[in-house]
C-alpha cells in the first residue's frame, strides 16, 4: 500500500506569508506525528494526534504553529507569519497505536520550506 | 530536547567493513529504535529493542542495549554503498510514547 504522503516537497515563501504542509498518513494508522529537522540535526518533535483524543501540542515552537487533524486522517500543519529560523525541512509519520508500547513511525519525505 | 547522542557524529568505511555507531540516552526509557536516512528522504524504521532486551538481530544489523550504561550500538556488517545514510536513534520513555531523536551519526561507505 502507499506510504505516507507529504505536500508540497519543496516549498519558498517570503518572510512573513503563512504555509500549509500537508501530510497524508498510512490508512489505517490512527497516530500521527509532526516533526522538524534543521540542516544537519535531528528531529524535534511538534506535535502528536492519536485518535479523537486531544493533540499533544507540547512541542510547537510558537503560538504561530497550529496543527489539524480532520476525521482522523490528513493533517495539516500551519505556520503563519513565517520567520527565517522557521526554515527546515517538516516530517510527517504515522504509526498503528496499540496502546502499549510504542510502534515503529513511517515518515513521509518531508516538505523543505525555506523563508527568504 | 533531545535525549539522545549519537557518536560518532560521521563515520567513513570500506565497502565490505562494519560500522559501529553508539547511542546515549539520559532518562529511562521503555524502548529504544534506530532509523536510517537517506539523503533527502523520510526516515526509515530498521529496528526497535525493548528496555528488557539486551541484543537483536536483523539481517546484518545487530543492535545491543546496556541499560545499566544508558546506551546502544548498531552494527551494520559487511557494509555496501547503499547502507550510506545517516542513522538515527529514538528513545520514548514509560508513560510518554513520544519519540526523542539524536542528531545523528552520518555513515559513509566507500566503493
Known amino acids: 500500500g502507499a506510504g505516507v504522503s507529504q505536500s508540497p516537497s519543496n516549498k519558498v515563501t517570503e518572510k512573513g506569508k503563512d504555509v500549509e504542509l500537508r501530510c497524508d498518513p498510512i490508512s489505517g494508522h490512527t497516530a500521527l506525528y509532526w516533526y522538524r529537522q534543521s540542516l544537519g540535526q535531528g528531529l524535534e518533535f511538534l506535535i502528536y494526534?492519536?485518535?479523537?483524543?486531544?493533540?499533544?501540542k507540547s512541542g510547537l515552537p510558537s503560538d504561530r504553529f497550529s496543527a489539524e487533524r480532520t476525521g482522523g486522517s490528513v493533517s495539516t500543519l500551519t505556520i503563519q507569519r513565517t520567520q527565517q529560523e522557521d526554515s527546515a525541512v517538516y516530517l510527517c509519520?504515522?504509526?498503528?497505536?496499540?496502546?502499549?508500547?510504542?510502534?515503529?513511525?513511517?515518515f513521509g519525505d518531508g516538505t523543505r520550506l525555506s523563508i527568504l | 530536547s533531545q535525549q539522545g547522542e549519537e557518536d560518532p557524529q560521521a563515520l567513513s568505511i570500506q565497502e565490505g567493513e562494519n560500522a559501529t555507531m553508539n547511542c546515549s540516552y539520559k532518562t529511562s526509557i521503555n524502548n529504544l529504535q534506530w532509523y536510517r536516512q537517506n539523503s533527502g528522504r523520510g526516515l526509515v524504521h530498521l529496528i526497535l529493542?525493548?528496555?528488557?532486551?539486551r541484543e537483536k538481530h536483523s539481517g546484518r544489523l545487530r543492535v545491543t542495549l546496556d541499560t545499566s550504561k544508558k546506551s546502544s550500538s548498531l552494527l551494520i556488517t559487511a557494509s555496501r554503498a547503499a547502507d550510506t545514510a545517516s542513522y538515527f536513534c529514538?528513545?520514548?520513555?514509560?508513560?510518554?510514547?513520544?519519540?526523542?531523536f539524536g542528531a545523528g551519526t552520518t555513515v559513509t561507505v566507500r566503493a
Open positions: 494526534f492519536q485518535g479523537n483524543s486531544a493533540p499533544d
Open positions: 529514538a528513545t520514548d520513555t514509560p508513560n510518554d510514547y513520544k519519540l526523542s
Open positions: 529493542i525493548r528496555s528488557n532486551e
Open positions: 509519520a504515522s504509526s498503528l497505536w496499540t496502546g502499549l508500547s510504542n510502534q515503529p513511525q513511517h
